[in-house]
């Protein structure tokens, strides 16, 4: 993207504002809070890619606090907001910032970031060239079609100098933005989902953070990923998202904390993104700040 650097990211926003905290306890060296929580209710966590070893640390972690946590798995984007809001979810944790933003402004919805997990790099694979410049002219490229990781995808592909955005890159660019006569690559796109399973039909594709393992790609063999330190990426911090009325929940509070605090959680994570996830805390009041920007930038692209 570009977007200005923001240099060392301060520790409030550790490497760029990606989870919240401020209510947290102080954790043992366990990674465990000294005090359990007194819930015995269990939570239903809607997410993408419940078989990630991590979320079985986390539940166990949670247990051991008392907290009984129920995955719901989803197979893509579009469902896991619907279900939040519907009640059929208490909580869920698969999305960045701008994609709550979109959605609530799409829905009139008012879902809220009550806590940050991660900012995880969108990266360019492929499965037919070993490196960027290996792509031919006139090569096609698939991205995500869902409006804000799309974007997130052409900005990631000027960046690789494949494409060239008329608008010069926005949160909001889309293909007709693509200044073909200076671009060296065509743009397919599809649901999130597929991109990598297309890499056999394509000569890249971007592809996000949850796919990646599943269908056999390494993280160390990506040809080309943007920065999440540069200042923009606070808008792709992925959070733990509730309904407004449960933003105080203490026991949705409590699980935001261990995961954020709990080591093998923590660990388990970065594995699990092949050591390209930056873990941080950012203040609730913070999430809901960049939150509301993010809506209003929406509504004023629509």
């Known amino acids: 993207m570009t977007f200005k650097k923001r240099g060392v990211v301060a520790a409030s926003i550790a490497a760029l504002a990606l989870i919240l905290t401020g209510c947290s306890a102080p954790a043992s060296d366990s990674g465990k809070s000294d005090s359990k929580s007194d ?12 078989s990630d070893p991590y979320w079985k640390t986390f539940t166990k972690a949670a247990a051991d606090e008392g907290i009984k946590v129920d995955l719901v798995d989803f197979t893509d984007y579009n469902q896991p907001n619907p279900a939040l809001s ?36 969108l990266a360019v694979f492929s499965t037919k060239h070993k490196k960027l ?11 995500p079609s869902d409006p804000t990781n799309r974007a997130r995808a052409l900005n990631v592909l000027q960046s690789a100098d494949l494409i060239k955005l008329k608008d010069g890159g926005t949160l909001f660019s889309t293909p007709d ?15 999130a989902s597929f991109t990598a399973t297309s890499l056999a039909d394509v000569d890249a594709a971007v592809v996000n953070n949850d796919f990646v393992t599943d269908a056999g790609l390494k993280f160390s063999d990506a040809l080309y990923q943007d920065d999440p330190e540069d200042e923009g990426a606070k808008y792709f911090i992925n959070i733990f998202a509730a309904k407004a009325k449960d933003a105080d929940n203490p026991t ?13 959680v923590q660990a388990g994570v970065l594995e699990n993104s092949g050591d390209s996830a930056i873990m941080v ?14 809506e209003d930038q929406v509504r004023k692209n629509k």
């Open 39 to 50: 819930s015995s209710e269990t939570v239903r966590i809607g997410v993408v890619g419940a």
């Open 86 to 121: 519907a009640g059929e979810l208490d909580l869920n944790q698969f999305q960045h910032i701008v994609y709550l933003a979109d959605y609530n402004v799409a829905n009139n919805d008012d879902l809220v970031a009550i806590g940050s997990t991660a900012i995880y790099p």
């Open 133 to 143: 410049d290996e792509i031919p002219k006139g090569g096609s490229v698939a991205v």
């Open 177 to 191: 933005d693509i200044d073909a006569g200076a671009s060296k690559v065509k743009v397919t796109e599809m649901d």
């Open 252 to 264: 949705y509070k409590k699980l935001v904390e261990i995961y954020q605090t709990n080591k093998d």
């Open 281 to 294: 805390k950012t203040p609730t009041s913070e999430l809901k700040e960049i939150l509301k920007d993010s």
